[in-house]
């Protein structure tokens, strides 16, 4: 089955540093999606990237969906301590958009 | 502005007990879903609707069973609880593109 692979798994940075998680998928994606979940909360959507190639960015944080839609980034720059969360992808699996398969997610740690 | 309502927060249960984790959403949404958060495995789905009447299976199902008799609610029930079953249970409604999730439900078996 489909698979989709976040790394790294952690990442620790001091703040003002930069952060980047990357998102690989086994199989094309229509559209993907990131969410970000805080320590002891619930996930929180992000944004979707459809199109290949595709960048969008929400302030600090930039998105970025590969040309061959196989995989995605997230990058943050100059990291604030209330960044800190896990960031998971996701993309649609069995050709649903309804069922979504994600990542294991990044968890980021900002010192501050 | 409700959203999406997850009830009970936290739960206890001895093996082989069996419960339903109450979900209810006020987005007329029609796509509802159930995951599992472990440590270090992500969000796995469990069942998921796509309308009142219309359930389906997704990752790990078993264990679990579902129904959504009305648009709102879709509660999942787990049949006779089992340690492997302790984790955080979190529902989720979506239009065709975000999902909002509920706070989630913390359970316990022992």
């Known amino acids: 089955g489909q698979q989709v692979m976040q790394i790294p798994q952690y990442q620790h940075v001091q703040e003002g540093e930069d952060f980047t998680t990357y998102c690989n998928s086994s199989?094309?994606?229509?559209?993907i999606q990131w969410y970000k979940q805080r320590p002891g909360g619930h996930p929180v959507f992000l944004i979707q990237l459809v199109k290949s190639g595709e960048v969008k960015k929400q302030k600090r944080l930039t998105f970025q969906f590969g040309e061959a839609k196989k995989n995605s980034s997230l990058h943050i720059t100059a990291t604030q301590t209330t960044d800190v969360g896990t960031y998971f992808c996701a993309g649609p699996s069995g050709g649903s958009n309804y069922k979504l398969t994600f990542g294991k997610g990044t968890l980021l740690t900002v010192n501050p | 502005n409700a959203g999406v309502t997850q009830t009970p927060k936290f739960q206890v249960l001895k093996t082989g007990q069996s419960m339903t984790l109450q979900c209810a959403q006020d987005?007329?949404?029609?796509?509802m879903s159930w995951y599992r958060q472990d440590p270090g495995m992500g969000l796995r789905l469990i069942h998921y609707?796509?309308?009142?009447?219309?359930?389906d299976q997704g990752e790990v199902p078993n264990g679990y069973n579902v129904s959504r008799s009305t648009t709102e609610d879709f509660p999942l029930r787990l049949l006779s609880a089992a340690p492997s079953q302790t984790s955080v249970y979190f529902c989720?409604?979506?239009?065709?593109?975000?999902?909002?999730f509920g706070s989630g439900t913390r359970l316990t078996v022992v």
């Open positions: 989720a409604s979506s239009s065709q593109r975000e999902r909002t």
């Open positions: 199989t094309t994606l229509s559209n």
């Open positions: 609707s796509v309308g009142a009447g219309i359930t």
């Open positions: 987005m007329n949404h029609e796509y």
